[in-house]
């Protein structure tokens, strides 16, 4: 079957950096998307990627090793507005998005 | 409008009620989506469409029924509510099968 672990909840401190890890087991592999989702809001794009390497983009950034079948966001000098969950999401040979369930990231002052 | 609409915000619906959510975008995306969203599990997909005039099944489609008459919207149907379909429903579009999704604001729907 397919399958796509996150660990279900992380604390950080305001100011702080956390990583966020992401396996994925699926049928084929077309790229890894991180959304975020704040609570009782949809979820919003972060970052793409399809290639191994680590991609950056302001704050954020996302790394991919396709031979290990993982993936993990960076979040860098953290925020409190970053209190949230964030979904890693695999697109498989069909081109259909699997979710995992999410990590609930807690920013404490 | 800008991006994806969805309609009605909540809804408390009987058991064995019809009901039917509302998804337009603006957007021209030829892909759109439904999902609902549950505690403790990951967005699961119930329906698709790659362009208008065709469909899809997702990973949980029994219940539920979807048409794409048009390029922007995609109505999804309940044909008779039970209890387990209370959930937060999410429309989602794409430029293609291979972009990334774009997501509505949702409807909770309750089924007592």
């Known amino acids: 079957g397919q399958n796509i672990d996150q660990p279900t909840e992380m604390t950080a401190t305001e100011g702080a950096i956390v990583q966020i890890n992401c396996t994925y087991q699926t049928s084929g592999f077309n790229g890894l998307f991180w959304y975020q989702q704040h609570a009782g809001e949809a979820p919003t794009f972060l970052s793409y990627n399809v290639l191994d390497g680590l991609e950056e983009k302001g704050r954020f950034s996302s790394f991919l090793s396709r031979s290990k079948g993982y993936s993990y966001l960076l979040l860098k000098e953290l925020q409190m507005k970053d209190s949230a969950s964030y979904l890693c999401?695999?697109?498989?040979?069909?081109?259909?998005?699997?979710w995992g369930a999410g990590t609930k990231l807690i920013i404490k002052p | 409008i800008a991006g994806i609409t969805q309609a009605p915000t909540s809804q408390i619906l009987a058991a064995g009620r019809r009901m039917t959510l509302r998804c337009t975008q603006d957007?021209?995306?030829?892909?759109m989506y439904w999902y609902r969203q549950d505690l403790g599990l990951g967005l699961r997909l119930i329906h698709y469409s790659n362009t208008a005039g065709t469909t899809g099944k997702g990973e949980v489609p029994d219940g539920y029924s979807v048409s794409r008459a048009n390029t922007d919207d995609f109505p999804l149907t309940l044909a008779s509510a039970v209890p387990s379909q209370t959930s937060v429903y999410f429309c989602a579009s794409s430029d293609s099968t291979s972009g990334g999704q774009f997501f509505g604001p949702g409807t909770r729907l309750t089924v007592l």
């Open positions: 957007m021209r995306h030829n892909a």
């Open positions: 999401a695999v697109r498989d040979s069909n081109y259909q998005l699997i």
